[in-house]
């Protein structure tokens, strides 16, 4: 859609993401469960981090991104969801971060 006024327009694009996005208007507020990953179904990458994780005994990005065939960033993605998932804890930083499995 294009407005138009005397000395401007404006262009409105449709948002392509918004089926995507999660409405949540009717929920009410709680308190986060003590084990959150039974709320977040996990997909077959995660499944297969997180098998790799067992096995290992730790995982890292680089693991991720040779076992996934991903980019960086979306390995990143991965490891984040299963980190809020509470399935995957954070150890360390930067280059020397490993994640383990969370007993």
Do not use: C, W
């Not at 089926?19 to 995660?46: C, G, H, M, Q, V």
């Not at 040779?66 to 399935?87: F, H, I, P, Q």
């Amino acid at each position: 859609m294009i407005e138009t006024t005397k000395n401007a327009f404006k262009i409105i694009l449709p948002n392509i993401n918004a089926k995507y996005e999660i409405r949540n208007d009717f929920a009410s507020p709680t308190e986060p469960s003590a084990n959150d990953s039974a709320e977040i179904p996990l997909s077959d990458r995660d499944e297969k981090v997180m098998e790799y994780a067992r096995t290992h005994g730790a995982v890292t990005k680089n693991d991720v991104i040779g076992l996934l065939e991903v980019s960086a960033s979306t390995a990143a993605r991965v490891l984040k969801k299963l980190v809020k998932s509470n399935l995957l804890k954070q150890n360390g930083n930067a280059r020397s971060t490993k994640y383990t499995i969370v007993k």
